[in-house]
Each structure stands twice: as C-alpha cells, then as structure tokens.
C-alpha cells in the first residue's frame, strides 16, 4: 500500500500538552497534507508540506518533513479540549495522478 | 466561506436497489473527488473526475458505481445495485487546481449510507 500510516493510532493528553502524531509513508511524494476530522463531520485541510520543505508553520500547528525517512510529524502545541478530533496524513504521489491518499488517523482526546 | 454540500446527510436503502448520493462542490473549483469510509477505518479513495471524465479511479470503485456532472453545480455518486458492504460514509470534495496536489481537498460533512 501506497498509503500513510499514522502513529500512534490513539493519543490522549491533557489541556495545554503538546500533541505529536506521526506519519509514515512508502514512495517519493509530491507532498503530504494533514487533515483534521471532527467525529461524524467532514476533513478540514490543515496544512501542506511539500517534499522540498523540512519544516512549516502555522498558528499551533508544527509540521515536520523528512522524506530520507518518509515520515512526517504534527505538533499541536498548547493543545485545548476543541483539538479532539481524528487527525490523517495525506500523501499526493508522484505518478499517482489525481489522488490524494489517507492514512489510518490518530484520534486524539484532549481531556479539560 | 464557500462549502461543499452534499445531500442527503443520511440514506437508508435496501440491498440491490440503487442510490444517488449528490454533492455542489465549490463553485469556482475544476477537480471533484469522492471518498468514502467506512465506520471506524481509513478515509479511502474512490475516484476524481476533472473535465467531465474520470481522471483515476480506485479498486472499490467497479461498474456498480458512476459518477456524473450533470449540470454546472452538481457532482453525482451513483450505486446501481447496493450491497451490505457498500455501508459507509461518502464524502465529496473539490479542489481548485491539481499541479501535484498542490491544492487542497475541501471536503463535504459526508452523507452516511445504511445498506439493509
């Protein structure tokens, strides 16, 4: 399988810890997006890394790139009770023309 | 901010009858995807279409499933002949460019599928 497989597949933390989940993938990438998942809703696009940047920012959110490894890591920072959700990587393949594919998720719980 | 919409948000149908499950993708996007998961499992791919044809498809998606433009708004998943397995959430998404995925997915709240 092509797809990313994230770890751990389940995290719980407190309110104000940092959450990391990783992402594992198999073949050269164009990108890797990760999404977030509110039970029984849709995904909402988080973020976009490409394959030539190691590392990106935006607001809490941290997302590291190593295509050596072909892995890639999201860190919540500061996280708060809201951030609990299903969270997915996403990986474009270089040939793989018009399809983004998902991996597994992390079902994060933020306990207040 | 524009949203994908899809209706209805739940379907109950019988096996072997057909369904169409319907999606208005963002106005202004050219790229319409669906997917589809199953409770509890992987947001799996099924198929994009981009000009009015089929860019990829997936192995889950066999001649039991179509999909159609038939208007300007509307992006359509059909089910000719449900099974028990076909059980699941679909979800609709668009995007405005493709160029190596660099843009987004915007996704739909999914319309859930019971097959009795």
């Known amino acids: 399988s092509q797809q990313g497989e994230e770890d751990p597949q389940a995290l719980s933390i407190q309110e104000g810890e940092n959450a990391t989940m990783n992402c594992s993938y198999k073949?050269?990438?164009?990108?890797l997006q990760w999404y977030r998942q509110n039970s029984g809703r849709g995904l909402v696009h988080l973020i976009l890394?490409?394959?030539?940047?190691r590392e990106k920012h935006s607001g809490r959110l941290r997302v590291t790139l190593d295509t050596s490894k072909k892995s890639s890591s999201l860190l919540i920072t500061a996280s708060r009770a809201a951030d609990t959700a299903s969270y997915f990587c996403?990986?474009?393949?270089?040939?793989?023309?018009?399809?983004?594919?998902f991996g597994g998720g992390t079902r994060l719980m933020v306990k207040p | 901010e524009p949203e994908v919409t899809q209706t209805p948000s739940h379907q109950v149908t019988q096996m072997g009858q057909e369904v169409i499950l319907r999606c208005v993708p963002i106005?202004?996007?050219?790229?319409f995807y669906w997917y589809r998961q199953i409770l509890g499992q992987k947001v799996e791919f099924l198929v994009s279409?981009?000009?009015?044809?089929?860019?990829?498809k997936s192995e889950i998606f066999d001649d039991q499933f179509s999909v159609e433009r038939p208007d300007g708004s509307n992006f359509t998943l059909k089910i000719r002949s449900t099974k028990l397995e076909d059980s699941a959430m679909y979800f609709c998404?668009?995007?405005?460019?493709?160029?190596?995925?660099?843009?987004?997915?915007?996704f739909g709240n999914g319309t859930r599928l019971t097959v009795t």
């Open positions: 890394i490409r394959s030539n940047e």
């Open positions: 998404a668009s995007s405005i460019t493709l160029t190596g995925g660099s843009s987004p997915l915007h």
């Open positions: 106005s202004n996007h050219l790229y």
């Open positions: 279409f981009y000009n009015n044809e089929i860019s990829e």
């Open positions: 996403a990986t474009w393949y270089n040939n793989a023309g018009n399809m983004l594919t």
């Open positions: 073949t050269s990438i164009n990108n």
